[in-house]
């Protein structure tokens, strides 16, 4: 009888012990929210440890919250934001932190990450290493209702919802300022996080409950960020962060290398272009608030506040920048466009505007314009687009780069639109010809080299003499960050290589450059409505006898071609080259130089049989 009590109360208390748990435990699927009850959105800032050895420098943890170095490296009290760190090392990163509304019942408190799945990547990888548990796979599951996670293309973007918490605005006087989100550790304990975060237990305790478990998120609310004390990080060649990722094929790991030490440069040019805006909506909202009254502005709110000698230590740095570029008013803009009407709309979020009697292209972006500024800023060449100014618009959170207005549309519209004349096969070659300048210029004459990335008949501009100039440098960023950046670029004109390993290099652009010269010989898109794609259609040059490949290319060519006459040596001059450019091994493909060459004997090859061409090296030499 004994015995079986003692088993009877010991079961009880066991079930009681699995009941407690489970109506304590933090709901795996996230943190629910009430919209009213909190003072969402907030700022927050996730608790995150550097890591090898993918998240061993700024740029690369950046990328993956969305957010820039500066933005991180402010809260954490690193002073050099492009040094490598060293792994443990602690970080504050920013969220934007808002009550999401799931469905009709559920609503959850998170910061809506996106994220680009690359090889080997799993709902629950990316949330336990990568985000190293601020959020879980069966939250990312309920976030994405519409992706089935065992089916998931790399490239795809997924929201990972990281877990943060708003502060209530009911109840307690004294409230805290932000929510820190930080994963429970195995060895911490309550009373260990609140003495290092410079919280109490018991606030901890009223927001978490006392039931945590490792690696569960928990909420520390603190009325000011800590001082994180860092290490002193002895001045180490950039290429170190790299150094740590097992070793790669050799012709790749030089391309690694240099973009690495290219990655020193950018990081530091970025910073200045960041510093900049940075600035600048510091000192508008200060106008805004017309009583400057400081003391009423959250400190090292998003990261954005910097102190005064900072402040002037940037504008001296980029008042380069300042020289070169005009720098609009939102107001001109709105009024160039009938505030951002859509009939002014040019493609996607580009307005065409007229300014002071001169006529722009208007491009309205999030605040990751400061890549493509970095990048324009740097460039010069009379076959790329040209920055003219730009426009920030703190209320909105937007910037806005203003660029010339390219005449006659872009090289896709010409090619696939029925409504346009056709073009002409010696206009195709010399647009050809212009792209490939422009991109041998990027690739050879910029430091650090820049990679377009997107380089497509849609961002080829043609002007009013049919000139090509190439358009739309946002996503070339990575050129210098070559190691962490997103799968992105366009259906159709992604290299193999870079889909399956991410890697960027110059021959990405030279892939992207064959799909385009594919297009102009044979009037095709780069693919088409069953998904298939180009250049996956032209094995045939290889394989048919020289005998019959003449035949081949007149029926796979665009047929308006056919009707010039005596052009098929120098199409299938081209068709060679482009077929060069498509090697499935990034290093046999040419590089734009050799490119550049042959183009232009493709087009002495015509100038020998049309009466009057323009010079073959009128052309080039422009
Ligand atoms: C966990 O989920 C249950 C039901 O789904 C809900 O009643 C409870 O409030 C949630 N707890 C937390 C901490 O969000
Ligand atoms: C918040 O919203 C809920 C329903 O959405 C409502 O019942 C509640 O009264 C609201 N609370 C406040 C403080 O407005
Ligand atoms: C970093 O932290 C992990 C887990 O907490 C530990 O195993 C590792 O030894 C630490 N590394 C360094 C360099 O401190
Ligand atoms: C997260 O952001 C993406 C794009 O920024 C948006 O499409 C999506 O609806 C957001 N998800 C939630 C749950 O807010
Ligand atoms: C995340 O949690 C899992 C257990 O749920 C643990 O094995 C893993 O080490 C944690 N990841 C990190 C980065 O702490
Ligand atoms: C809302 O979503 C949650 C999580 O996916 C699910 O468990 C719940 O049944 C849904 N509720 C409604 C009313 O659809
Ligand atoms: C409010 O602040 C006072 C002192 O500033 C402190 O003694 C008190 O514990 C705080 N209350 C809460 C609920 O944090
Ligand atoms: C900031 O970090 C430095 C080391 O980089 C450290 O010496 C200093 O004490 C830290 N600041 C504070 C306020 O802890």
Same mark, same amino acid.
């Given at each position: 009888?004994?015995?079986?009590?003692t088993?009877?109360?010991?079961f009880?208390?066991?079930?009681?012990?699995?009941?407690?748990a489970?109506?304590?435990?933090p709901?795996t699927?996230g943190?629910?929210?009430t919209a009213?009850?909190?003072?969402?959105p907030?700022?927050?800032?996730?608790?995150y440890?550097?890591?090898?050895?993918?998240?061993?420098?700024?740029?690369?943890?950046?990328?993956?919250?969305?957010?820039?170095r500066?933005?991180?490296?402010?809260?954490?009290?690193?002073?050099?934001?492009t040094?490598?760190l060293?792994?443990?090392?602690?970080?504050f990163?920013p969220?934007?932190c808002? *009550?999401?509304s799931?469905?009709?019942?559920?609503?959850? +408190?998170?910061?809506?990450l !996106? &994220?680009? $799945?690359?090889k080997? %990547? @799993?709902?629950?990888?990316?949330?336990?290493?990568?985000?190293q548990?601020?959020?879980?796979?069966?939250?990312?599951?309920?976030?994405?209702?519409?992706i089935?996670?065992?089916?998931i293309?790399?490239?795809?973007?997924v929201?990972f919802?990281i877990?943060?918490? *708003?502060p209530?605005?009911?109840?307690?006087?004294?409230? +805290?300022?932000?929510?820190? !989100? &930080?994963? $429970?550790?195995?060895s %911490? @304990?309550?009373p260990?996080?609140?003495?290092?975060?410079?919280s109490?237990?018991?606030?901890?305790?009223?927001?978490?409950g006392?039931?945590?478990?490792?690696?569960?998120?928990v909420?520390?609310?603190?009325?000011?960020?800590?001082?994180l004390?860092?290490?002193?990080?002895?001045?180490?060649s950039?290429?170190s962060?790299? +150094?740590?990722?097992?070793?790669?094929?050799n012709?790749?790991?030089?391309?690694?290398?240099?973009?690495?030490?290219?990655?020193?440069?950018c990081?530091?040019?970025?910073?200045?272009?960041?510093?900049?805006?940075?600035y600048?909506e510091?000192?508008?909202k200060?106008?805004?608030?017309?009583?400057?009254?400081e003391?009423?502005?959250p400190?090292?709110r998003?990261?954005?506040?910097l102190?005064?000698?900072?402040?002037m230590?940037?504008?001296?740095?980029?008042?380069?920048?300042?020289?070169?570029?005009?720098?609009?008013?939102?107001e001109?803009?709105?009024?160039?466009?009938?505030?951002?009407?859509?009939?002014?709309?040019?493609q996607?979020?580009v307005y065409?505007?007229?300014?002071g009697g001169?006529?722009?292209?208007?491009?309205?972006?999030?605040?990751?314009?400061?890549?493509?500024?970095?990048?324009?800023?740097k460039?010069?060449h009379g076959?790329l687009?040209?920055?003219e100014?730009f426009?920030i618009?703190?209320?909105?959170?937007?910037?806005?780069l203003?660029?010339?207005?390219?005449?006659n549309?872009?090289?896709?519209?010409?090619?696939?639109?029925?409504?346009?004349?056709k073009?002409s096969?010696?206009?195709?070659?010399?647009?050809a010809?212009?792209?490939?300048?422009g991109?041998?210029y990027?690739?050879e004459?910029?430091?650090?080299?820049?990679?377009h990335?997107d380089i497509?008949?849609?961002?080829?501009?043609?002007?009013?003499n049919?000139?090509?100039?190439?358009?739309?440098?946002?996503?070339?960023?990575?050129?210098?960050n070559?190691?962490t950046?997103h799968?992105?670029?366009t259906q159709?004109?992604?290299?193999?290589?870079?889909?399956?390993?991410?890697?960027?290099?110059?021959?990405?652009?030279?892939?992207?450059?064959?799909?385009v010269?594919?297009?102009?010989?044979?009037?095709?898109e780069?693919?088409?409505?069953?998904?298939?794609?180009?250049?996956?259609?032209?094995d045939?040059?290889?394989?048919v006898?020289?005998?019959?490949?003449?035949k081949?290319?007149?029926r796979?060519?665009?047929?308006?071609l056919?009707?010039?006459?005596?052009?098929?040596?120098?199409?299938?001059?081209?068709?060679?080259i482009?077929v060069?450019?498509l090697?499935k091994?990034?290093?046999?493909?040419?590089s734009m130089?050799d490119?550049v060459?042959?183009?232009?004997?493709?087009?002495?090859?015509?100038?020998?049989?049309?009466?009057?061409?323009?010079?073959?090296?009128?052309?080039v030499?422009?």
């Amino acid at each position: 009888m004994g015995t079986k009590f003692t088993s009877l109360s010991s079961f009880l208390i066991f079930l009681f012990c699995c009941y407690h748990a489970q109506a304590q435990a933090p709901n795996t699927t996230g943190y629910t929210c009430t919209a009213n009850q909190t003072t969402s959105p907030c700022l927050a800032y996730a608790f995150y440890r550097a890591m090898a050895p993918d998240f061993l420098d700024l740029a690369s943890i950046g990328d993956l919250f969305s957010v820039s170095r500066l933005m991180i490296s402010e809260p954490s009290n690193i002073s050099s934001p492009t040094s490598p760190l060293a792994p443990n090392q602690s970080l504050f990163v920013p969220l934007t932190c808002s *009550c999401n509304s799931i469905n009709s019942s559920l609503s959850l +408190s998170f910061a809506n990450l !996106s &994220y680009t $799945f690359k090889k080997d %990547d @799993t709902f629950y990888l990316v949330s336990t290493n990568k985000f190293q548990n601020l959020t879980t796979y069966q939250s990312v599951e309920v976030v994405n209702p519409t992706i089935v996670p065992t089916n998931i293309d790399i490239g795809a973007d997924v929201v990972f919802p990281i877990f943060c918490k *708003c502060p209530s605005t009911t109840g307690l006087q004294n409230q +805290s300022s932000y929510l820190i !989100s &930080y994963v $429970f550790q195995p060895s %911490d @304990t309550i009373p260990s996080i609140a003495s290092r975060f410079g919280s109490n237990a018991q606030s901890i305790v009223s927001v978490n409950g006392d039931n945590i478990q490792p690696f569960d998120t928990v909420f520390i609310p603190v009325s000011r960020l800590p001082t994180l004390s860092q290490p002193t990080v002895t001045a180490v060649s950039p290429v170190s962060p790299v +150094s740590v990722s097992p070793p790669e094929r050799n012709d790749r790991k030089g391309v690694i290398t240099g973009l690495a030490i290219g990655l020193g440069l950018c990081a530091f040019s970025l910073i200045l272009v960041g510093g900049l805006w940075t600035y600048r909506e510091t000192t508008r909202k200060k106008r805004r608030e017309n009583g400057g009254d400081e003391e009423r502005q959250p400190k090292g709110r998003g990261g954005k506040g910097l102190s005064k000698e900072a402040q002037m230590n940037l504008m001296a740095d980029v008042s380069d920048c300042l020289d070169k570029y005009r720098v609009f008013g939102i107001e001109e803009l709105r009024e160039a466009t009938d505030g951002f009407d859509r009939r002014w709309v040019i493609q996607g979020s580009v307005y065409k505007g007229c300014i002071g009697g001169e006529v722009y292209a208007i491009k309205k972006m999030k605040w990751n314009a400061r890549d493509e500024l970095k990048i324009l800023q740097k460039v010069n060449h009379g076959n790329l687009v040209k920055l003219e100014g730009f426009c920030i618009d703190p209320e909105d959170a937007s910037c806005y780069l203003i660029y010339e207005y390219v005449e006659n549309g872009s090289l896709y519209a010409w090619l696939h639109n029925d409504k346009k004349e056709k073009l002409s096969w010696k206009t195709r070659l010399r647009i050809a010809i212009d792209v490939a300048n422009g991109l041998q210029y990027i690739h050879e004459h910029t430091r650090p080299q820049v990679v377009h990335k997107d380089i497509k008949s849609s961002n080829i501009l043609l002007d009013a003499n049919m000139r090509a100039k190439i358009a739309n440098f946002g996503l070339a960023k990575s050129g210098c960050n070559a190691i962490t950046m997103h799968i992105v670029g366009t259906q159709g004109y992604i290299p193999p290589e870079y889909l399956a390993d991410g890697v960027v290099s110059t021959k990405m652009d030279v892939f992207s450059f064959g799909v385009v010269l594919l297009e102009l010989i044979s009037g095709r898109e780069a693919i088409d409505e069953e998904g298939k794609v180009l250049w996956a259609s032209v094995d045939w040059f290889l394989d048919v006898k020289e005998g019959k490949k003449e035949k081949r290319l007149n029926r796979w060519m665009d047929d308006n071609l056919l009707q010039e006459s005596c052009l098929i040596d120098s199409i299938m001059n081209v068709m060679a080259i482009a077929v060069a450019c498509l090697h499935k091994d990034p290093s046999r493909r040419l590089s734009m130089v050799d490119i550049v060459y042959a183009l232009c004997k493709s087009d002495e090859l015509l100038f020998d049989v049309s009466e009057n061409g323009l010079s073959p090296l009128q052309v080039v030499a422009r």
